[in-house]
């Protein structure tokens, strides 16, 4: 099973500020990651699918990068409603699809 | 717009069974592949089942192989979660999601809590 770990668990910014993710896996996933936004009360949302494309309809201030086994979610200027918290999941080696720990984006 | 509508969670008692469904609309249901997702506060989430788009493949993961199972009538657009002998760690909020591309997963619902307690 691969294992995913994400850091920092929490990231504490203001607005307006950059924000840089971090997902590694324990093996390569070549780039069969995900990134998923969740707050509080909702199911996750899809960001970024096979490591740097984004979904219909996010925003451009979110990008992806890396592949194998290091992985970037860049938030590139925070806005409000973009304090959540982040997971990566792969799907390189299944089943199981994996998930990180999360990463919590707060307002500092 | 696809739109995903968890129902059928609620209190069980340990060792009893619960059916989840997961009611689509908004797609060709029957194009889909889906998957059952949990996530809960100590364990975040954890990927348990996934189902082909013509039902041919199943695939659970390790902690509820045997226990539960994934199915879907696309004469209904809904998908099913059988959960049986269930057990004090299955209490998490469920959520069911379409599959964009083998493993990406696209979630429109709200989830439903399972809580299992005596």
Redesign the interface.
């Known amino acids: 099973e691969i294992v995913l770990t994400q850091s920092p668990a929490t990231l504490s910014l203001s607005p307006g500020e950059r924000a840089i993710l971090s997902c590694r896996a324990s093996q390569s996933v070549r780039n ?1 990651l ?1 990134w ?1 936004q969740q707050k509080p ?6 960001l970024i ?2 490591a740097s494309n984004r979904a219909t309809g996010i925003p451009a201030r979110f990008s992806g990068s890396g592949s194998g086994t290091d992985f970037t979610l860049t938030i590139s200027s925070l806005e409000p409603e973009d304090f959540a918290v982040y ?1 990566c ?3 390189s080696n ?6 990180g ?2 990463t919590k984006v707060e307002i500092k | 717009q696809l739109q995903l509508v968890e129902s059928g969670g609620g209190v069980v008692q340990p060792g009893r069974s619960l059916r989840l469904s997961c009611a689509a609309s908004g797609i060709t249901f029957r194009a889909s592949g889906f ?1 059952w997702v949990r996530q809960t506060p100590g364990k ?4 348990l089942a ?1 189902i082909w788009y013509d039902g041919s493949k199943r ?4 902690s509820v192989k045997g226990r539960f199972t994934i199915s879907r009538d696309d004469s209904r657009n809904t998908l099913y979660l059988q959960m049986d002998s269930l057990g004090d760690e299955d209490t998490a909020i469920y ?1 069911c ?1 379409r599959d ?12 439903t809590l399972v809580t299992v307690s005596s």
Not at chain 1, 94 to 99: D, L, N, Q, V
Not at chain 2, 100 to 111: A, P
């Open positions: 069969d995900a998923y009360g909702q199911a996750p949302r899809l699918y096979d997971y999941q792969q799907r299944w089943p199981p699809f994996t998930f720990g999360g | 998957h975040g989430l954890e990927w996934f695939y659970y993961a390790d959520y999601a964009l591309q083998v493993g990406t997963l696209d979630y429109r619902g709200q989830g």
